[in-house]
């Protein structure tokens, strides 16, 4: 990839990055205001959290296709895993839980929608980072489980969940069968970005150039 190129797609990253940090604190801002919503509960939502974070990798990518540093084992998994949780928030969004809720539908669009797409794209036609190989597959993992634990003993706790299908009330059968089709649903998400840009000598431990 020539500078010419690379270094727009940087600022791109950079910029989307920049971007989604501010739509998320400017709807935590206009929730907190008119629905008095906390920021432990605002993060407590899966697209909240897994939008923030994934800003957070697009901006480390960026910052490192702009400065020619090579794209690390770490931030290629990162990229990863936040694209097929990004999927699964696009999922989430049009299987389970449509609608707007309380953010402005522009904002849920963006969200829901762009950033999920646009993730797979950069993913996809991006040709500027080494791959993944099956066998860090188990990375898709941790986040999206600590995420439900946490909710779950909320839950149980303080009554507190952001979906309606992870009501105590629901039963626990319902919503273990329910977190087992959402943890199936990110595995072929992860299936499918592991396998379009998997297999690679890139993740064999070292570290590999941003292409020039």
């Known amino acids: 990839m020539t500078r010419s190129i690379r270094r727009p797609i940087a600022v791109a990253r950079l910029a989307f990055g920049t ?29 909240n959290l897994t939008s923030l974070l994934t800003a957070i990798v697009l901006i ?9 540093h090579s ?13 097929a949780c990004m999927m699964l928030v696009a999922i989430i969004y049009n ?9 402005p539908p522009w904002v849920s669009a963006v969200l829901h929608i762009a950033l999920p797409a646009l993730m797979l794209l950069d993913w996809i036609v991006i040709r500027d980072h080494p791959g993944v190989q099956w066998r860090h597959f188990w990375v898709l993992l941790p ?16 009554g507190w969940v952001p979906y309606g299908f992870l009501l105590p009330e629901r039963g626990w059968p ?14 072929a998400a992860g299936m499918v970005v592991w396998a379009t840009r ?9 570290r590999t150039e941003a292409p020039r």
Not at 60 to 68: D, I, K, V
């Open 19 to 47: 971007i989604i940090v501010g739509i998320l604190t400017y709807t935590f801002g206009l929730l907190a205001n008119t629905h008095g919503i906390s920021l432990i509960d605002y993060f407590g939502f899966f697209t």
């Open 60 to 68: 480390l990518t960026g910052a490192a296709g702009w400065t020619r």
């Open 71 to 83: 794209f690390s084992v770490p931030l290629t998994l990162a990229r990863a895993v936040a694209t």
């Open 95 to 103: 299987v389970l839980v449509p609608g707007t809720g309380a953010a």
């Open 143 to 158: 986040y999206p489980l600590v995420w439900l634990v946490v909710v779950l003993i909320r839950g149980v706790t303080d």
């Open 174 to 187: 319902n919503i273990l069968l329910t977190s087992l089709g959402l943890l199936l649903a990110l595995g």
């Open 198 to 206: 998997g297999s690679s000598p890139g993740l064999s431990g070292q």
